[in-house]
Nanobody
Framework: QVQLVESGGGLVQAGGSLRLSCAASGRTSSNAMGWFRQAPGKEREIVAAIGGHGRSTYYADSVKGRFAISRDNAKTTVYLQMNSLKPEDTAIYYC?????????????????WGQGTQVTVSS
């Protein structure tokens, strides 16, 4: 069983930066992990994902060039560095893990989820 705990959310002005962390319990170095977000009234969507052992990454078009996902397998932690934040990035951000090592964009392919951390970007 994998447990995920997110941290690092908060309130930031447009153009600012935040770094989210996701601490995982258990052995997750071979699991693909992802960051998703859900804004009020909208469906949960993928932001970025990283494959097992960091072999591949995926980014939503809306965050390419601004966000970067990375993982520290020794610490079983996944990070999401968010730069040039925009008000439309405001959402609850969730960390997720799946059983396989390949990255996918669909929420249905991720079995483990954290509780989420709020990110609010003011204009």
């Amino acid at each position: 069983q994998v447990q995920l705990v997110e941290s690092g959310g908060g309130l930031v002005q447009a153009g600012g930066s935040l770094r989210l962390s996701c601490a995982a319990s258990g052995r997750t170095s071979s699991n693909a992990m992802g960051w998703f977000r859900q804004a009020p009234g909208k469906e949960r969507e993928i932001v970025a994902a990283i494959g097992g052992h960091g072999r591949s990454t995926y980014y939503a078009d809306s965050v390419k060039g601004r966000f970067a996902i990375s993982r520290d397998n020794a610490k079983t932690t996944v990070y999401l560095q968010m730069n040039s934040l925009k008000p439309e990035d405001t959402a609850i951000y969730y960390c997720a893990a799946r059983e396989g090592s390949l990255v996918y964009a669909s929420t249905t392919l991720y079995s483990y989820w954290g509780q989420g951390t709020q990110v609010t970007v003011s204009s």
